[in-house]
């Protein structure tokens, strides 16, 4: 399976400043998703990273507040932009390897908090 | 849309008891159905998933959920629980020609001994 590298793992952001979250995977994939897991809550998906193109997002979540890239087949970025104590969350990277079409694979995640 | 509902926020159960975690799913098309377990502090690792095929699915943990159609379901059990199950588990859905997964509230499974 495919092998996520996600950084930063953690990190302390002050109010109004933005973050970029790395994910990284060892092989090629299919599909690369964003998601949210705010505390004690589930995981609530942000967008669809495509590549070379504009992020899919789903409702409630726009591309001035997540901008989302995604360069190439093993790379993708999520910038939360101008936060706000609300942003603190869990982030985590989800991908689809090439050759398994339902293996769907979790980084482990950056545990964020605003201050 | 697709929805996934699971019955139960927190299951607490006493070490080697059989456990249930329960996880209903809402879809006009075809389903694709998962079990995810989140330990404290970790990612989420894959359990078992259904795809096609034989209705009840296993893990190498000695879960096991089934599929059933008609019930709209996809519960999971283990006959025996163990301490180091203590965690979070998701279920989670894709259907036919999507490509997200659609994920439950989540079950905090709590084993004491």
């Known amino acids: 399976s495919a092998v996520i590298s996600q950084k930063p793992s953690r990190d302390i952001c002050q109010r109004g400043t933005s973050l970029t979250i790395q994910c990284q995977v060892d092989?090629?994939?299919?599909?690369m998703f964003w998601y949210r897991q705010q505390p004690g809550q589930s995981l609530t998906l942000i967008a669809t990273?495509?590549?070379?193109?504009?992020?899919?997002?789903e409702s409630g979540f726009v591309i001035d507040k997540f901008p989302i890239s995604r360069p190439n087949l093993t790379f993708s970025t999520l910038t939360v932009s101008n936060m706000s104590p609300e942003d603190s969350s869990i982030y985590l990277c989800?991908?689809?390897?090439?050759?398994?079409?339902?293996?769907?694979?979790f980084g482990s995640g950056t545990r964020l908090t605003v201050v | 849309a697709q929805s996934v509902t699971q019955l139960d926020s927190q299951v607490p159960v006493f070490e080697e008891a059989p456990v249930e975690l329960r996880c209903n799913y809402s879809?006009?098309?075809?389903?694709?159905l998962f079990w995810y377990v989140q330990y404290p502090n970790q990612g989420l690792q894959l359990l078992l998933k259904?795809?096609?095929?034989?209705?009840l699915v296993e893990s190498i943990n000695g879960f096991e959920a089934e599929f059933n159609k008609s019930q709209t379901s996809f519960h999971l059990r283990k006959p025996s629980v163990h301490i180091s199950d203590t965690a979070e588990y998701f279920c989670?859905?894709?259907?036919?020609?999507?490509?997200?997964?659609?994920f439950g509230q989540g079950t905090r499974l709590t084993i004491n001994p």
């Open positions: 989800s991908v689809v390897p090439l050759l398994d079409n339902y293996g769907y694979t």
């Open positions: 092989s090629q994939v299919t599909m």
């Open positions: 990273a495509n590549q070379g193109s504009e992020a899919t997002y």
């Open positions: 879809s006009s098309v075809s389903v694709y």
């Open positions: 259904y795809l096609s095929g034989s209705t």
């Open positions: 989670a859905v894709r259907t036919q020609g999507a490509q997200k997964l659609v």
